[in-house]
């Protein structure tokens, strides 16, 4: 018999690589997203196939699905700094009515939960690499707040549905993630320098280029999502690649890697922006066996080409 997996933000980056793979792992996957910033496009290879089926909604109202359901992976959120400043307040409300939501069918069909959290839950650190058990360090009235909070909010919850409905929950803090299937226009670093350098346009650094970042391939990501959701670990794990590197580093990089003429430009730094972001993966590599394995330039080469591709249509 065949498990069944609801994915919510499944027609995201994430969601749908994650749909992918549960179907890999001989699952029945359902989808659930209202495409505000999802697309259908990452998941139209999947709408042949018997096991795979999407539902339209928004997951901020009651969630009905029919039959028995194994697991429940909360993907939904936007999950960019532009498109968590242009929709705060969906965004604060997927992340607090929408993991409720989630969390009730969880319940109703004694269904693991696995939350996506984040490493925005760290917020602009004062240690350095972020583990599990730092608190954090979040401004919550900033405009990054919406995202930082909601999800914060998310972690709390899930923890509450564990300890008083007995949910047999799974919190994953995700880091820096990239891939085929990223929006071109998300506003994060890595799309945004490849499809400056594509156009040969100048690459945009906000502020000094010395904040660091820590990048995590998507096969990489959705191997430890998938071991986390099969283990029995309740508290949060950082899901990540712990290999550091600094904004303008990253931006020469890519300058080397897609060939171009670019050169770089310096913006003023976001309000709140974190200076430093690199996981420790100690808990994953102890609990879940698991541990990232594509290097960054065979990832970013691959990214590019999907890129390529998507500036031809």
Not at 105 to 117: P, R
Not at 239 to 261: D, M
Request: hydrophobic content about 35%; some cysteine.
């Amino acid at each position: 018999m065949k498990k069944t997996a609801v994915i919510t933000g499944g027609a995201g980056f994430l969601g749908s690589h994650l749909a992918d793979r549960l179907l890999q792992e001989n699952c029945k996957v359902i989808c659930i997203d209202n495409l505000i910033t999802g697309n259908l496009d990452n998941i139209g290879h999947l709408f042949g196939n018997e096991d795979f089926s999407f539902i339209k909604h928004d997951i901020t109202n009651f969630i009905h699905v029919m039959g028995p359901v194994d697991y429940i992976l909360h993907f939904a959120s936007p999950a960019s700094p532009i498109d968590y400043l242009q929709l705060p307040i969906q965004t604060l409300k997927v992340g607090s009515l929408g993991t409720h939501k989630a969390l009730g069918l969880a319940k109703e069909k004694n269904a693991t939960f696995l939350l996506a959290s984040t490493s925005e839950v760290y917020g602009d650190p004062l240690i350095h690499p972020q583990t599990e058990s730092y608190w954090g360090n979040v401004n919550t009235v900033g405009p990054r707040g919406v995202y930082d909070e909601a999800k914060r909010f998310a972690e709390s919850l899930t923890m509450a549905y564990n300890r008083y409905h007995n949910v047999k929950t799974r919190i994953a803090r995700i880091f820096n993630t990239y891939g085929p299937r990223m929006r071109l226009n998300d506003g994060r670093a890595l799309p945004a320098f490849i499809s400056q350098a594509l156009n040969n346009e100048p690459l945009t650094i906000f502020g000094d280029g010395s904040q660091t970042r820590s990048f995590c391939y998507v096969d990489d990501l959705v191997d430890g999502l998938v071991r986390l959701l099969f283990s029995d670990e309740v508290y949060p794990v950082n899901i990540g690649n712990p290999a550091e590197i600094t904004i303008k580093q990253f931006a020469e990089e890519v300058i080397e890697l897609t060939g171009t003429k670019s050169s770089i430009t310096y913006m003023e730094l976001p309000e709140d922006d974190p200076k430093v972001r690199q996981p420790d993966i100690t808990r994953a590599t102890e609990i879940l066996g698991w541990s990232p394995k594509v290097d960054r330039k065979t990832g970013v080469l691959r990214t590019i080409d999907y890129f390529k591709n998507q500036l031809k249509h």
